[in-house]
């Protein structure tokens, strides 16, 4: 996959420039990004070394806040601010323990899942009962969990569309809600991921309402397979499990959104909102999980802001408390639902190459579409038929029912690192995240140039057309 990259570093500006016929300057950024780009990599870079982990609503996001801000003034962003909001903050606390009691005594790595509950002083200690997926514990009996602690599988694979996820995932949404209605005084899933570290994937989970939440954790792949090796094995007694961990939730804090931007020549014309989250859970940097996302529309609207023609403002949005539950993103929708935005696309699946181009006006704008796909093509980008749905913190664009664009990165790895310690800098491959910052300038620059309805080709009657000098 490098090589391939590296191979595209070597296209000519000749033929970069058929790109440019609607955006004079963008193939040169472009082709500049994708050789020597550093303005991703140094916001990456900076607040993973400065800040660390972001955990939402804590003094650690805070932190994260004020960097970012200073981070954009120096760059030349305008119109800087961190725009607060309340929530209800859930934290890790410093126990997590696990133990296989009997009849195989050992101990196992585990991490809380957020929005668990802690258990008494000194932990839990009860049967474990095997599900091979969430949908089996959802066709348990009721109350045959009683005074058990539940143990949920999956069976998550590496997929470039990162697809498994949405297989996979309900082990974590909901399989823990559905073992508190059945009784169970505690759950530990087998972690939703693709490495075979012991390193645990946290993430945050879920009880309905009526359901009080009881201690979640999350075990390591290792772990969670050497538990399972445990059921098959032949044996005479139950496999007894001691859990112990300390989370709690501490009440009302603040967070908040950061916003910047580039003010374009005609300011009545819907902005194009790049969006990206800044908190990480408490285990990791964030490195892949937001924190390149943020580095990269960051750079492509520096970018777009260097050719200097740009009619519509080009906003980033770095979204809060994006992991705890899009408080962040619901936020931004509430306080901003009267302003149209032009249209929203997110940077939240890595840093690896992007290989797909999306859009939710293929058929209601197709040109526009075209143009995009074909701009995009000699970065190795394919065009797609599927209709895009944005990302986590883009609640305003399907609130206003906007356009939307995926730059769908490759995921064959995101997963290993998800939600993990492992999620650390020396994971980004700089040639990787050069040509997504490459690919997000050439769309950001071309949106940006748009006078006429995003979604639709349309004309936008507040918006009166700026001629050129």
């Given at each position: 996959m490098k090589y391939a990259l590296l191979a595209l570093t070597a296209l000519s500006a000749a033929s970069l420039s058929v790109t440019a016929n609607a955006a004079p300057g963008l193939s040169e950024l472009a082709e500049v990004a994708l050789e020597r780009d550093e303005i991703a990599w140094d916001f990456v870079e900076g607040v993973t070394t400065e800040i660390g982990p972001r955990q939402a609503g804590t003094e650690a996001e805070t932190r994260g806040?004020?960097?970012?801000?200073?981070?954009?003034?120096?760059?030349?962003?305008?119109?800087?601010?961190?725009?607060?909001?309340?929530?209800?903050?859930?934290?890790p606390g410093d126990i997590?323990?696990?133990?296989?009691t009997g009849p195989f005594p050992q101990d196992l790595v585990v991490q809380p899942l957020g929005n668990s509950a802690a258990t008494p002083e000194g932990g839990i200690e009860a049967e474990v009962v095997?599900?091979?997926n969430a949908e089996a514990v959802r066709a348990a009996p009721e109350g045959s969990l009683e005074g058990k602690i539940a143990y949920i599988s999956h069976q998550m694979?590496?997929?470039q569309d990162g697809s498994h996820y949405g297989f996979a995932g309900p082990t974590r949404w909901v399989g823990p809600g559905l073992a508190a209605s059945k009784g169970a005084i505690g759950v530990v899933i087998k972690s939703v991921g693709t490495d075979h570290?012991?390193?645990?994937?946290?993430?945050?989970?879920?009880?309905?309402?009526?359901?009080?939440?009881i201690p979640?954790?999350?075990?390591?792949?290792?772990?969670?397979?050497?538990?399972e090796r445990m059921f098959n094995r032949p044996r005479s007694e139950s496999i007894t499990l001691k859990l112990e961990m300390n989370p709690e939730r501490i009440g009302t804090t603040m967070s908040g959104n950061v916003v910047g931007e580039f003010v374009g020549r005609n300011p009545d014309l819907p902005p194009v909102l790049l969006a990206c989250h800044l908190d990480s859970w408490w285990n990791a940097p964030g490195a892949f999980d937001d924190g390149a996302g943020c580095g990269i529309i960051a750079a492509a609207a520096i970018n777009v802001a260097r050719t200097g023609n740009q009619l519509r403002t080009v906003r980033v949005l770095f979204a809060g408390a994006e992991e705890v539950g899009l408080?962040?993103?619901?936020?931004?929708?509430a306080a901003h639902i009267d302003e149209p935005i032009g249209v929203g696309l997110e940077s939240d699946f890595g840093a690896d190459r992007i290989w797909r181009f999306e859009s939710n006006f293929r058929e209601t704008n197709p040109d526009l579409h075209a143009k995009l796909a074909a701009a995009v093509e000699p970065f190795g980008v394919a065009n797609s038929t599927i209709v895009a749905r944005g990302g986590a913190d883009l609640n305003i664009s399907r609130d206003q029912n906007g356009a939307i664009i995926d730059l769908q990165q490759d995921g064959t790895r995101y997963f290993d690192l998800h939600h993990t310690p492992?999620?650390?800098?020396?994971?980004?491959?700089?040639?990787?995240?050069?040509?997504?910052?490459?690919?997000?300038?050439?769309?950001?620059?071309?949106?940006?140039?748009?006078?006429?309805?995003?979604?639709t080709g349309g004309p936008v009657p507040s918006a009166p057309a700026v001629m050129e000098e």
């Open positions: 806040r004020v960097w970012a801000m200073a981070w954009l003034k120096k760059h030349g962003f305008q119109n800087v601010a961190d725009e607060p909001f309340e929530m209800d903050t859930w934290v997590a323990r696990a133990s296989v095997f599900f091979a694979r590496r997929a570290h012991r390193n645990p994937h946290t993430g945050g989970t879920n009880f309905p309402e009526g359901v009080d939440p979640a954790g999350a075990l390591s792949l290792p772990d969670a397979e050497n538990l408080w962040g993103s619901r936020a931004y929708s492992d999620d650390t800098l020396d994971k980004i491959d700089i040639v990787q995240l050069r040509q997504n910052v490459a690919v997000w300038t050439m769309v950001a620059g071309i949106l940006a140039r748009e006078e006429r309805s995003i979604k």
